[in-house]
């Protein structure tokens, strides 16, 4: 079947995101998993001791998130264009579209923590641009681990909100909890969310401890955009090791020697 399918647009466009269960097989699942804690455990090594690395490694005692983990296995790097999700990018977003960023989490609670509610992009989101704001980014949030149960961090959404003229008010962002018209995505590992940029979202509440929260980001523009500084955040020979089809997820002035194209 052709994807995105005439429905999964038509949700998409109405509601900001949609949700891909067990895109990713078991044993895709599994390998990442491996990687992503010993590529974790590396860098909160790296963190630890001050040592300079490509990209950031945010430590919050046993949690840790990593940005710009395109060099750091070659797993990682070739979940750009996975060719699963691939249809549902250039379908949605842009036919030619650039990476954006990349990032990882895994973490353990704790269990009461407030919510973290936002939309994506600079300039405060776009807002600049007015309302409703434009489709400029596309993010897909992979789960790695088991989130079938509310409760553990679950990536939360609030349905249409891409579209709103208003923010949400004060008190409701400052929950510990969803609010009315927000929805914690509940979906088994190997499952992809992907959302608009302006659609607001939030990690979830924890109540319980039924094991990490384990999730990949990757995060796509319009090949007009340099939106995230991730673009150029490798050393050159991580962009001229890539593949001449890879190329074309980076601008042309990041390689040696430059390629002179549009996109």
Not at 14 to 27: C, F, I
Not at 93 to 106: G, M, V, Y
Request: proline share 9%; hydrophobic share 35%.
């Amino acid at each position: 079947m052709f994807h995105p399918t005439d429905a999964e647009r038509f949700f998409f466009d109405n509601n900001g995101y949609l949700v891909l269960n067990r895109l990713l097989p078991e044993d895709l699942v599994n390998r990442l998993i491996e990687t992503l804690e010993r590529v974790t455990a590396h860098r909160r090594d790296l963190e630890e001791k001050s040592v300079p690395h490509t990209g950031m490694t945010r430590i919050d005692r046993a949690n840790t998130r990593i940005f710009y983990i395109l060099d750091d296995d070659p797993l990682f790097l070739d979940m750009i264009d996975y060719p699963s999700i691939w249809p549902y990018v250039t379908g949605l977003l842009n036919e030619h579209p650039h990476h954006h960023a990349s990032d990882a989490i895994i973490e353990y609670g704790p269990e009461g923590r407030s919510m973290g509610w936002h939309i994506d992009g600079h300039d405060s989101g776009y807002r600049n641009l007015g309302t409703p704001i434009p489709f400029l980014q596309l993010k897909i949030g992979y789960y790695l681990s088991n989130m079938t149960q509310p409760g553990q961090g679950n990536l939360c959404v609030v349905p249409g909100s891409h579209k709103a003229q208003y923010k949400p008010v004060p008190e409701d962002l400052i929950q510990t909890d969803l609010f009315p018209g927000a929805i914690e995505i509940c979906a088994p590992p190997g499952t992809a969310i992907l959302f608009h940029n302006a659609l607001w979202h939030s990690h979830g509440p924890w109540r319980h401890s039924h094991g990490p929260r384990i999730m990949l980001y990757y995060a796509y523009e319009h090949p007009w955009m340099i939106a995230s500084q991730e673009h150029w955040g490798y050393p050159k020979a991580f962009y001229n090791r890539l593949s001449p089809e890879r190329h074309t997820l980076f601008h042309g002035f990041l390689f040696e020697p430059p390629e002179h194209r549009w996109r």
